[in-house]
């Protein structure tokens, strides 16, 4: 009963840690400097948008305009992370109806079978993705 509430604890942990890398714009960041300090950038990009942070602390963003203009290993990044918290949070739930503490209205070997048929292929499948 304890090693499956740390599992499930460190499932969550995990499918939260994919939401935040999902959601920062940190993917890439790059540094431009002139000759002069004042004119100094920090470009960061991540899946969603584009930020450039100026040397007086400034910070502006700007949302992808289309998703076709992009990149093709940022458009297979963004369908991999989706899939990736999508398969994590369905990992989850199998999971967590098959824990010895449940109770789902089903008698034991049948709840225990249908985990069993559901789960292996959907937790493999979250952490490829990322």
Do not use: H
């Not at 509430?5 to 993917?27: D, H, Q, R």
């Not at 040397?55 to 502006?60: D, E, L, P, V, Y």
């Not at 109806?97 to 034991?108: A, L, P």
Request: glycine fraction near 8%; aromatic fraction near 8%; charge should be positive.
């Amino acid at each position: 009963m304890k090693t499956q509430i740390v599992g499930a604890c460190l499932a969550i942990l995990g499918f939260l840690g994919t939401i935040l890398i999902c959601a920062l714009p940190m993917w890439k960041v790059s540094a431009f400097i002139q000759s002069n300090i004042i004119t100094a950038q920090i470009i960061q990009e991540g899946l969603w948008m584009s930020c450039v942070i100026q040397s007086t602390g400034q910070m502006q963003c700007k949302v992808y305009d289309s998703m076709l203009a992009l990149p093709r290993a940022l458009q297979t990044s963004r369908a991999l992370v989706v899939i990736a918290i999508l398969l994590g949070f369905f990992g989850i739930l199998f999971g967590v109806i098959g824990y010895s503490c449940s109770n789902c209205r089903m008698d034991q070997r049948k709840r225990k079978k249908g985990v069993f048929k559901v789960s292996p292929p959907v937790c493999p499948l979250s952490t490829t993705t990322n």
